[in-house]
């Protein structure tokens, strides 16, 4: 556990990365406070303290959003891609150059180990690199109609203006990857962060407009009552598209607000990754991957690994090396660099945990690490491995999002499937065998919109993100994500 000294320590880094951050909302490039004067606080998870009172968006600020948007919409649609490219290509290098900075700030509002939020600010950052160079590269098609009597030209044109809005857990990444694509497709955005982190995407859009951002681009929308503000920007028919990072519970209702105009869905949602270990798999690669992939973020992650299925003949060894690999993480303040493992978000993700931990074991599973909650400030929980989980415990059928991982063991390889497919979420999976051919065939077997095989990490600017079932609908990353903020028109044409 930390020190005094560290704890010290981290109160003056907070406060210094948190001062220069203009708590207001952003309107048409104006900041303002809320039409009402309300603010909400924002805590600091590692100690419990108030972080900094925000600017609490009310219905009317959320109008006013839409309005700033829709006003600057055809200007930046018609702005040239080198120009929208080169404020995207500024970003880059500003939040590259601003790094520390920012990834001090993820860990204040957010809780997560410094390395992780360095890691998410250089993730965040490629953001703007990939579709800066996307943005110049946004092809149509043409052919000719398989009747020979005229053509078919089909163009990519901007989708709108576009509600984005984000999760907590990685409250730069998720920002920049809704942030970027929409840009350089020529769209103008309301972003409505989470209220637990808003500090950082109000650092970002102020990093955004040195690098050139035109007012009303990105309109940032910070509030204490989400549903009312959400809700009024999809009531209004001049917003096309919703692009959504959240849970499975709240993008199911934003689906149901989006039909009313019939509004552009794209939605990241829960996970719940099964991390399937063959006997034949490389046991430390195995291990180097279940690091990554229930680690990162202090499990704190859709991508992280909930369910580890073991083959049974390497399970008690696997087990072993998970537990000593846990076990040797330090916990404490995510601004300590030397800290491995911060506080989760708040005091409700971690009474989530404890209980999901305190039904496993009820139901006949065995801790082999940690599950007791430290004393003291801040929402702390440990490292935490289980064995010999119920088929039927509620930490198998639920995200866990934080760091415990429970192991089951199988024997076969359809049991392995089975057992990865019993859920309603569909996001990620990780398989590590020595077989290539076995590899490839459970991944195409796994209903899942994204595999790790042999990798514990899968997230990639380039590369199309997104989950099938009940994780959502699209794709974010890669061309894909471009288009995702494109519609394409098709025009009928005779030369
Ligand atoms: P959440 O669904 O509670 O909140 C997400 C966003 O929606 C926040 O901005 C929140 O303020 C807003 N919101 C909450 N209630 C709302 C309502 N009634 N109407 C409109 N907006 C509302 O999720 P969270 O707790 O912030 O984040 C954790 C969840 O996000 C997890 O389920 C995680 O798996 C998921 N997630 C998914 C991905 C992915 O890419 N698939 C990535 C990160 C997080």
Redesign the pocket.
């Known amino acids: 556990m930390d020190t005094t000294e560290s704890r010290t320590r981290h109160r003056e880094v907070v406060a210094a990365v948190v001062a220069p951050v203009d708590p207001q909302l952003v309107i048409g490039g104006v900041r303002r406070p809320a039409s009402d004067g309300a603010t909400f606080d924002v805590l600091d998870p590692a100690t419990g303290g108030v972080l900094a009172a925000v600017a609490s968006g009310t219905v009317d600020d959320a109008r006013a959003c839409v309005d700033a948007a829709a006003a600057a919409g055809p200007g930046w649609a018609r702005t040239a891609p080198r120009k929208r490219s080169e404020v995207l290509q500024r970003t880059y290098q500003l939040m590259v150059a601003r790094a520390e900075e920012l990834a001090l700030l993820i860990t204040a509002e957010n809780g997560k180990a410094l390395a992780d939020a360095r890691g998410e600010v250089l993730y965040s950052a490629e953001f703007f690199r990939w579709y800066a160079e996307e943005a110049v590269r946004i092809r149509g098609d043409v052919q000719t109609a398989p009747g020979g009597a005229n053509n078919i030209l089909v163009l990519h044109q901007p989708v709108g203006v576009a509600l984005l ?6 409250p730069a990444a ?1 920002a920049a990857r809704k942030i970027a694509p929409a840009l350089a497709a020529g769209c103008t955005t309301i972003l ?5 982190t808003p500090l950082t995407a109000l650092a970002l859009v102020a990093l955004m407009e040195e690098a050139g951002l035109p007012a009303g681009v990105v309109n940032v929308l910070p509030s204490a009552q ?2 009312p503000v ?2 009024a920007v999809l009531a209004d028919p001049r917003v096309r598209k919703l692009s ?8 199911r ?2 689906l149901h607000q989006a039909n009313e105009h019939i509004v552009n869905c794209s939605l ?4 719940n990754a099964p991390f399937v270990v063959f006997a034949d798999a490389d046991l430390e690669a195995a291990i180097e991957g279940a690091m990554i992939a229930k680690m990162r973020n202090g499990g704190e ?2 991508t992280a690994a909930n369910r580890f299925f073991v083959e049974e003949g390497i399970a008690a060894s696997f087990s072993a090396r998970l537990v000593q690999a846990m076990g040797s993480l330090t916990m404490g303040p995510g601004s300590d660099p030397s800290v491995d493992v911060g506080p989760l978000v708040n005091q409700a993700a971690r009474s989530k945990v404890e209980s999901l931990v305190t039904g496993a074991v009820t139901g006949g599973a065995t801790l082999e690490l940690g599950g007791e909650t430290p004393a003291g400030e801040g929402f702390y929980y440990p490292p935490t491995v289980l064995t010999g989980v119920a088929a039927d415990a509620e930490i198998l059928h639920t ?1 866990i ?1 934080g760091p415990v991982a429970p192991v089951v063991t199988f024997t076969t390889e359809d049991e392995a499937v089975d057992l990865a497919n019993d859920t309603e979420y569909g ?1 990620v999976a990780y398989v590590y065998t020595g077989d290539l051919a076995r590899g490839l065939r459970v991944s195409e077997r796994i209903e899942a919109g994204m595999v790790g095989l042999n990798r514990g990490l899968v997230s990639d600017p380039a590369a199309p ?3 099938v079932k009940e ?2 609908l699209g794709r ?1 990353g890669g061309v894909e994500g471009l288009l995702a903020f494109t519609e394409s028109k098709y025009i009928a044409l005779t030369w």
């Not at 409505?192 to 637990?196: H, I, N, Q, R, V």
Request: net charge negative; with cysteine.
């Open positions: 809005v984000t999760p907590w857990n990685f998720m409505k962060p989470a209220a637990e989400p549903g959400v809700s959504f990072t959240g849970s499975t519970t709240v993008g209702t934003l990241e949602l829960g996970g992650a859709c995200e999002f996001l993100f997104g989950g994780s959502g974010e």
